[in-house]
């Protein structure tokens, strides 16, 4: 996949270009927001809210919860499970590419960039418990003001550090993540 990003679009960094540049706006505690990161943040929270609305409300959000939780008792309750799971991977790759987008508006776009979230992706869903999609919500909350924090201590290469400590911590402390009950 690599390889064609390449091959199509090269391997210059990419960006969007901003028609106006506005002004960081100050917030309390010195902290700076950029207009875009809030349109990313309201983006963001549109589609956390319409997905929490969909699996709760919908046929369809039902059936997508009553298959991860058993897929052989969604089966005999009537439930088209391969269906299910055609529209579960339609909706997380619409989602991906959602995010992708929205992490581009903030950064410069290179074809190596996904192995920049790896880590930080598996420490969010194990911090927030596997399979608990507001766990991993909670996770990469939790992870991305960690490694923002960690800037004021360290260079910002070691981000992906302080999320694989942070991962390896909870590894030895809760294996089973925050949501996950008892180890």
């Not at 901003?18 to 706006?25: C, D, F, K, N």
């Not at 508006?105 to 920049?116: C, E, K, R, S």
């Not at 400590?165 to 009950?181: D, H, N, S, T």
Request: glycine letters at 10%; zero cysteines; aromatic letters at 10%.
């Amino acid at each position: 996949l690599r390889m064609i990003i390449l091959i199509l679009w090269g391997a210059d960094s990419l960006f969007y270009r901003p028609g106006v540049l506005r002004p960081a706006i100050d917030l309390p505690l010195n902290v700076k927001i950029r207009p875009d990161q809030i349109f990313i943040l309201v983006a963001v929270t549109v589609l956390i809210v319409t997905l929490h609305l969909f699996l709760k409300n919908s046929k369809m959000g039902k059936a997508m919860r009553a298959t991860a939780d058993n897929t052989d008792l969604a089966l005999v309750s009537g439930i088209n499970t391969e269906r299910i799971i055609i529209w579960t991977w339609g909706i997380g790759g619409a989602l991906a590419a959602a995010g992708g987008i929205l992490y581009g508006i903030d950064v410069q776009l290179h074809p190596y960039m996904g192995w920049n979230f790896l880590i930080p992706i598996f420490a969010a869903t194990i911090l927030g418990t596997i399979g608990n999609m507001y766990g991993a919500l909670v996770g990469g909350f939790v992870i991305g003001v960690a490694q923002q924090m960690s800037t004021a201590f360290l260079m910002p290469t070691y981000k992906p550090a302080v999320a694989f400590v942070i991962m390896v911590l909870i590894l030895l402390i809760r294996p089973k993540g925050i949501f996950g009950g008892s180890s």
